[in-house]
């Protein structure tokens, strides 16, 4: 994403083929969703330069910065230690092209296994925006529950799919 090239300084160009930087910034300047214009691209090399797929499994030494970049953007994976047992509440679209709902909920069983109070909560056949946007009653209710004290009812429970107002 082009927040995480910003935040950490990085080219855009150095990862992605020449002139598909400036097709995602442009759909970010309308959309959430980057991915719509990528639905014509077919393979790796259409996306990424040589030079980084050619380095993949060694981005370490070869795209340092990216390496860092992308292990720090990771919310599991995420050498930032978190510092509070705070309960988390994770929303997906089961449509989501942006942040797909599969990782997410392994994301999700992870914590759990860490042992973290996790409510997850899948919307039937939503995007990325709308299921944010539709969820946002519940995320409401569920940061006024948790600022009250109201423990989770059911924490750990990731249910399927769901119909989401």
Known sequence: STALADW??????????????????????????????ANDLDTLEEVFTPGFLAAAGRWDEAYPDWSCALQADTVRLSPIARTSGAPVMIVLGEGDTLAWSPPARADAEAFCADG???????????????????TLDAQA?????????????????????????
């Open 141 to 165: 209710a569920f940061v006024a529950d948790r600022l009250a004290g109201v423990p989770l009812t059911a924490p750990c429970v990731l249910p399927p799919p769901t119909s989401c107002p």
């Open 8 to 37: 950490y300084g990085l080219d855009l160009d150095e990862a992605l083929v020449p002139g598909l930087s400036e097709v995602v910034l442009e759909e970010l300047a309308t959309t959430c969703n980057v991915l719509d214009p």
């Open 116 to 134: 973290m109070d996790v409510e997850l909560v899948e919307c039937a056949g939503l995007d990325h925006e709308d299921a944010a946007l539709s």
